[in-house]
């Protein structure tokens, strides 16, 4: 796969265990280059583990994770430090550095891999929270924000590369409405204006549909569906649908597995 | 409760054992690759500087107090003992050739895994927990040379320093209490002291126990924080681990040393 090719990323024969326990068995997934890709499936389908995989910081038992061209499981140490520089990660929970400022923490990717003087890091920094929202908030400490202001943080930290690969771990877990909106309206914005390649793994089924161009439905070690997002809210296959409408009961038990309830309650312990 | 069979007692032995051997093998790959792998960042003097601050300079206060305390303890002990045989003028040899041969290393070392060990595993640890370490990584800087070799060259340097002063105080601190306090005549203290301490039996062979103290204190206190589970009931595992084996290994290895430098073998 060249740098032209249209995918960006590429999972090919892709099998992951923990353990004794298969989390992905033989997986293949394209990524298009320059699009919104959406990865979504039930909490504890594996989908963070999907995205380490993307980010190479867990390797497969078996398969290959192509990244522009890149087999990952091939590349040395110093390699993959130097690939994933051509790569943004947005984190659940932000990761920002504690010990620094708002302000450092999106200037750390342009100390560490640039030698660009002080008023340009300047200028750029501020670009980019300008970008977010949050370059009012630059003299703050990372304990100083809110959730979705630390994720903001996290998004200006992690464009500021302008890097060629955005992926983003569960990016509306316990936002408000409005830090919602924000962050919806953001993901897509920054894909179109600079032209890269967004990943968002997530399982809010209405915010990622609604900026997503292709999607894919993981679940029991398996991709159970691809498609555009209202391809696969016709789809016929009962898991996707039961996925996509959000109904307790259907393929996906509720429940996990265990004895008969009466004969547990009686008994006792 | 239930049995468990003789089978089932050596699978579990071998498993422990296979898992001790899988986490010593980690740890040295984790050491060697901290030490020796290629660094992705140019600043690595500054992280080293901001490190030995926070390491050494931070520790400074509880090894001053520990090692005034000690010395004046030393100091009333021996003279009490020698006391007894009239040779209360050989307090300062005695308490020079404890401090610079065993306690100076040794106490400092347990000292230290406390205050420094402990703090490093709970810092790495809470970063592993936040994901900060797999954001570094995702930035293109290795952890390991940006986090974790910082911290080990810091300890490495920090504590035979100050051992050294621990040992220097504690003299101080049983002159204080032999000449000022107890009588002992001061030209006989510093005199026996002189006589009997030698640089190279002495003196050197603290430093080079020191120097190994903190290889071992300082690379299980790190590695403690970068293996733990990144949860809250994980790094507080992983901090008593790093005070419990750091404590073991140092008390170990210092009858192991003690035994080559002074055994006559």
Same mark, same amino acid.
């Given at each position: 796969m060249s740098a032209e090719s249209p995918y960006a990323v590429?999972?090919?024969?892709?099998?992951?265990?923990?353990?004794?326990?298969?989390?992905?068995?033989?997986?293949?997934?394209?990524?298009?280059?320059?699009?919104?890709?959406?990865?979504?499936?039930?909490?504890?389908?594996?989908?963070?583990?999907?995205?380490?995989?993307?980010?190479?910081?867990?390797?497969?038992?078996?398969?290959?994770?192509?990244?522009?061209?890149?087999?990952?499981?091939?590349?040395?140490?110093?390699?993959?430090?130097?690939?994933?520089?051509?790569?943004?990660?947005?984190?659940?929970?932000?990761?920002?550095?504690?010990?620094?400022?708002?302000?450092?923490?999106?200037?750390?990717p342009l100390r560490v891999h640039t030698q660009l003087p002080e008023e340009m890091i300047r200028d750029i920094v501020l670009m980019k929270l300008q970008a977010v929202g949050l370059r009012g908030a630059v003299e703050l400490m990372p304990d100083e924000l809110s959730g979705g202001m630390k994720r903001r943080v996290a998004l200006a930290r992690a464009i500021v590369l302008d890097p060629q690969i955005l992926i983003y771990d569960e990016p509306f877990v316990g936002q408000d409405p409005i830090a919602m909106g924000v962050l919806v309206r953001l993901i897509r914005l920054l894909n179109d204006a600079l032209g890269i390649t967004s990943i968002v793994v997530s399982h809010d089924l209405a915010e990622t549909a609604s900026i997503a161009d292709y999607l894919y439905v993981v679940g029991d070690t398996q991709v159970l569906g691809q498609g555009?997002?209202?391809?696969?809210?016709?789809?016929?296959n009962p898991r996707i649908r039961q996925f996509m409408q959000g109904t307790p009961d259907g393929p996906v038990p509720f429940h996990f597995p265990a004895d008969n309830y009466r004969d547990d309650l009686l008994r006792g312990r | 409760m239930r049995k468990t069979s003789v089978l089932e007692r050596v699978r579990l032995f071998g498993r422990a054992g296979i898992d001790l051997l899988g986490t010593?093998?980690?740890?040295?790959?984790?050491?060697?690759?901290?030490?020796?792998?290629?660094?992705?960042?140019?600043?690595?003097?500054?992280?080293l500087v901001k490190q030995l601050y926070s390491v050494g300079v931070m520790s400074l206060a509880i090894i001053v107090v520990s090692g005034v305390f000690i010395g004046m303890v030393?100091?009333?002990?021996?003279?009490?003992?020698? /006391?007894?045989?009239?040779?209360?003028? &050989? @307090?300062? $040899?005695?308490?020079?050739?404890?401090?610079?041969? #065993?306690?100076?290393?040794?106490?400092?070392?347990?000292?230290?895994?406390?205050?420094?060990?402990?703090?490093?595993?709970?810092?790495?640890?809470?970063?592993?927990?936040?994901?900060?370490?797999?954001s570094l990584a995702m930035i293109g800087v290795d952890p390991l040379k940006y986090i974790v070799a910082p911290r080990l060259w810091a300890g490495f340097i920090s504590m035979?320093?100050?051992?050294?002063?621990?040992?220097?105080?504690?003299?101080?601190?049983?002159s204080m209490v032999a000449i000022d306090w107890l009588g002992v005549y001061e030209?006989?203290?510093?005199?026996?002291?002189?006589?009997?301490?030698?640089?190279?039996?002495?003196?050197?062979?603290?430093?080079?126990?020191?120097?190994?103290? /903190?290889?071992?204190?300082?690379?299980? &206190? @790190?590695? $403690?924080?970068?293996?733990?589970?990144?949860?809250? #009931?994980?790094?507080?595992?992983?901090?008593?681990?790093?005070?419990?084996?750091?404590?073991?290994?140092?008390?170990?290895?210092?009858?192991?040393?003690?035994?080559?430098?002074?055994?006559?073998?």
């Amino acid at each position: 796969m060249s740098a032209e090719s249209p995918y960006a990323v590429e999972l090919k024969g892709v099998s992951f265990k923990r353990g004794e326990r298969d989390i992905f068995k033989n997986v293949d997934i394209h990524i298009p280059r320059g699009k919104v890709t959406g990865i979504m499936g039930p909490s504890g389908c594996g989908k963070t583990t999907l995205l380490r995989l993307i980010a190479a910081e867990l390797m497969p038992s078996q398969g290959e994770v192509r990244v522009n061209g890149l087999n990952l499981p091939s590349l040395s140490r110093g390699e993959l430090f130097d690939m994933r520089k051509q790569m943004g990660v947005l984190f659940q929970s932000g990761a920002l550095f504690t010990d620094l400022d708002v302000f450092e923490n999106v200037a750390f990717p342009l100390r560490v891999h640039t030698q660009l003087p002080e008023e340009m890091i300047r200028d750029i920094v501020l670009m980019k929270l300008q970008a977010v929202g949050l370059r009012g908030a630059v003299e703050l400490m990372p304990d100083e924000l809110s959730g979705g202001m630390k994720r903001r943080v996290a998004l200006a930290r992690a464009i500021v590369l302008d890097p060629q690969i955005l992926i983003y771990d569960e990016p509306f877990v316990g936002q408000d409405p409005i830090a919602m909106g924000v962050l919806v309206r953001l993901i897509r914005l920054l894909n179109d204006a600079l032209g890269i390649t967004s990943i968002v793994v997530s399982h809010d089924l209405a915010e990622t549909a609604s900026i997503a161009d292709y999607l894919y439905v993981v679940g029991d070690t398996q991709v159970l569906g691809q498609g555009t997002p209202a391809e696969l809210m016709d789809s016929d296959n009962p898991r996707i649908r039961q996925f996509m409408q959000g109904t307790p009961d259907g393929p996906v038990p509720f429940h996990f597995p265990a004895d008969n309830y009466r004969d547990d309650l009686l008994r006792g312990r | 409760m239930r049995k468990t069979s003789v089978l089932e007692r050596v699978r579990l032995f071998g498993r422990a054992g296979i898992d001790l051997l899988g986490t010593l093998g980690r740890s040295v790959i984790f050491l060697l690759r901290a030490l020796f792998g290629r660094s992705s960042t140019g600043n690595g003097f500054q992280l080293l500087v901001k490190q030995l601050y926070s390491v050494g300079v931070m520790s400074l206060a509880i090894i001053v107090v520990s090692g005034v305390f000690i010395g004046m303890v030393l100091s009333l002990q021996g003279f009490s003992i020698l /006391a007894q045989y009239g040779s209360e003028q &050989a @307090v300062g $040899q005695m308490v020079a050739l404890t401090l610079l041969r #065993e306690l100076g290393p040794v106490v400092t070392a347990l000292l230290f895994a406390g205050r420094a060990g402990s703090a490093l595993t709970a810092e790495i640890g809470n970063m592993k927990s936040t994901e900060q370490l797999s954001s570094l990584a995702m930035i293109g800087v290795d952890p390991l040379k940006y986090i974790v070799a910082p911290r080990l060259w810091a300890g490495f340097i920090s504590m035979p320093l100050l051992a050294m002063i621990f040992s220097v105080v504690g003299i101080w601190g049983g002159s204080m209490v032999a000449i000022d306090w107890l009588g002992v005549y001061e030209g006989s203290f510093w005199a026996n002291m002189q006589n009997s301490v030698s640089f190279r039996e002495d003196v050197l062979n603290g430093v080079i126990k020191s120097i190994v103290f /903190a290889f071992v204190v300082t690379w299980i &206190a @790190v590695f $403690q924080g970068y293996d733990c589970e990144p949860t809250s #009931e994980g790094i507080s595992r992983a901090t008593t681990k790093t005070v419990v084996y750091a404590s073991l290994a140092v008390l170990g290895l210092d009858f192991i040393l003690t035994a080559l430098m002074f055994g006559d073998f």
